[in-house]
């Protein structure tokens, strides 16, 4: 008997168990077709050998069918994750109301003369901490200064923006 044949005939087997094993994880018929089909495609180039070093061989078919069927529904959940919720980019921006429109871009005006008004030490320990996200450990390395003094530069700093903002409008932005 041939290689290809003992492939196919532990296939043929149980091919129709093979489908209706895949059929319950996958959750399709067809798919699970597909997945047997798979199956088999990775079997049948195994020589003789190494089919006779398979000790049980429909154990075998239907661990590769199990394995193949799991990575499918993976794959199937990924895309239908990655289709159901549209890029960030994509997402419709909620519109605004004039009123508050203008009131945000009165505070990002407030803020703005604010922070060009802050002190240069206060003003790049803020956009560090901020903007880069450093710790201030790592603001009063760069800084050259201890981390007491980088913790006041930019405590006094968002004291001063938050003073800048109107009160209703602090409590917004």
Known sequence: ?????????????????LV??????????????????????RLH??????????????AYVYRVVRNLSLDASRSELRSQQRHATPPEWLAPVMAVEPEEACERENALAHLAFALDGLPEANRKAL?????????????????????????RLVRDAMVRLARALPDEQATRV
Do not use: N, W
Not at 1 to 17: N, Y
Not at 132 to 144: C, F, M
């Open 127 to 151: 956009e560090m901490h901020r903007l880069e996200g450093l710790t201030l450990a790592q603001i009063a390395e760069r800084l050259g200064v201890s981390l007491a003094t980088a913790h």
């Open 45 to 58: 180039p195994l020589s003789s050998q190494e089919l006779d070093d398979i000790r049980q061989p429909v």
């Open 20 to 41: 209706k094993y895949a059929a319950s994880i996958v959750g399709d018929r067809a798919r699970a077709e597909d997945v047997v089909q798979e199956a088999y495609l």
């Open 1 to 17: 008997m041939s290689e290809a044949s003992r492939t196919l005939d532990v296939f043929l087997s149980c091919r129709q168990a």
